[in-house]
């Protein structure tokens, strides 16, 4: 018999024991962690996307895309989740979401190729300062995607989400959410970055324009990273030395000359623009008239009076004045028309700001391809400056200067020996100096808007936007008290019963 | 075989014990009221948007947290650690049947009652058709696997807590804040510069993976094996525990 107290094991044999748990411990949470490793960051990760209308289900044209990528990508989520008591505060967070968790199908399908970085500019504050140095950046709410030196920029109200931003009261039409369009949007926005060629931009340079070297509150070094965030190579370009404009121009820039041009850059541009050429023409005024005989010969008048509106959204300085274009909800006192280019400004509310700007008309009113994409109030007038260079006394002389409704920019598809060219023109240039592309993301939308219409860029992958499913109980009055008693008394009370038959059932 | 009907007698025995018990039916009461206000506030804090109030309900309101973190360690504190101290254990230990069994059996009869429990929220759904409005029927399903999937871990963190604790009060206590490690620890992540602890943070964090996951339809292996892989490790911690009595 044994004695009591007596150990059951000898100290050998205890240790013996002791290390056979610790061993199998080991294995135990090392096996564990092989499992979760394995089942959550390797290929054999899967998601069921169980909802009915297939809310996350990415569709065949991305899944192929997915599949097929050969190069890293990286994808980075810039959005701001801090909720004011703005009405569209409410809806831009579900936004934000879903693009969010659209990633994560996107991550897990691609199979390791893409990584995906979701920042909070109130948490990882000095990784977004970084990236907003680094491309240019003044709005949060925005994806980066990445791939070696090709990148795209998407904005949430732009490209991943369509929004009704409703009246200008909320209390009586408030912000909503219409669809998703995430998915064309990245896809397109990924195909770009691995596939696609990138477009050259060149920017004409040696009369004085704006210079994208120039990163001062007047200079234009913000066009480059606000193209280059749409993928597109940015480069500058002396007619001068070239003599012609390269083969590679995707399109042009004219950025606010103030000095002539040579007859030979003339010619150059004429050769260019009758070859199908694309150019985005933004000029001062007041600057360089040497091309006014080639807008003419391409269809388009040009008046050099500065456009004045003595009323609501106008600031007037020494020798600027603001004209502010914007959906018509919003009290600007310009509108947008109806193009590709601003039709996503119109819905957005975003403001596109002119500053200092004249008017531009078809030289022939029967011109079918001219489209005004902003418009003034039909109380804005022209004002004539003192001679070639200095701005008038911006009132309106009513023997000479008209009030009425002009074009302040327009989208122009000139015919006959210019076929096939297209033209951008806003006779205006500080509208894309680096403070109005900082300050007024309307002004950075419409470059980038402008841009891609003239090289013709469709999105490269075409799928149609989810709508959000949003089923409502229809409860009338006293009904939510109905249901509350229902679910949060009877039914426990329910419970309370069971528990006292239980027990007299025990008592027996 | 043998070995199955042993368990599944065991097992039988254990739901038994629950369903006989009208302590257990209190505690039914209580979480079916919790339960009841997260269910209603949810549904007038989304403005009758259906399914808006099921993923307020399962998964965004702080009353489900509350039955989830907290109701686990009270179904399985006596488990063991009652048994141990009253001590019918012995009795148990010294039956033809084998630890694991013990301890299986244990923990599928503590989840048969926790399925029990959610078991009458469908009653709310009911309540929504009546209203002319049923939910996404993806997001149900997915919502009410994470909570299956999640009463099973920590179900099997319960009876881990309640082999190691020589009382049934200890083994609440300590179930409870096992619980409350795993919802919030992984929290700290938010905090944390990118990296690879801030992403396996990020993947077990409970909290997470139903904002991210089942609340909205979509079933991921990574996360269910996370659960079962967390329930397997600590029911074998918990045998090894009831097996250590052996070795004094």
Redesign the interface.
Known sequence: MRRPGAR??GRGR?LG?LLN?LV??GL??AA?AI??W????TD??????????E??TLRLDTTRLLEGLEEDVEIITIFDRLTWHWDVDQVRPKAMEYV??LL?EYRVRARGRISV?NLDPR??FD?VRDLFTEHGLSQANVVIVRSGKSRRFLGLETDLAEFDFGAASPVFQPTRLLAYTAEEALSSALFEVTQAAQPVVHVISGHGELSLSDASEMGGSYIGSTLTRDNFDVRPLSLIAERKVPEDAGALLLLGPQTAFLDEEIVALDAYLRGGGKMLVAVDPLGDRSLDPLFERLGLRLERNIMCYDQKGVLRGASVTEMWVGPARLGTPGTYGSHEITNTLAEDGVVFVVIRSAAVSPADEAIPWFTSLLSSHPDTFGDIPDGQTKAGNYQQDPRLENAGQRCLGAAFEPGGAYAGARLVFVPSVAWVTNRALYNFPGNDTFLRRSAAWLIGRKRSIQLPPRRP???????KPG??DE??R????Y???G??V???L??L??RR | MRGIRTLLILTGREVESYFFAPLMYLVLAVFLVLNGLAFSYSLIDMQGNVDATVRSFLGGSILFWINILFVPPLLTMRLIAEERRSGTLEGLMTAPVTDVAVVVAKYLGALTFYVALWAPSIVYLLVLKSYGALPDGGILATSYAGILLLGALLLAIGVFASAVSPNQIVAAILGMVFNLLLFFAPLLSLQMPRGRLRLALEHVSILFHFQNSFAKGILDTGLVAVYLIGAAISLFLAVRALESRRWS
């Open positions: 059951t094991f205890r024991i748990v199998m411990m135990a949470v564990a499992g979760i394995l089942t959550g960051f054999l990760r899967r998601r069921f996307d169980l909802t009915q209308a809310t996350y969010v968790d994560q970085e948490i990882d990784r499913r949003a089923i409502v109980a229809d409860l009904e939510e249901i509350f229902y679910t949060a008394v039914l426990p009370a419970a309370l069971l528990a006292f239980v027990w059932a025990r």
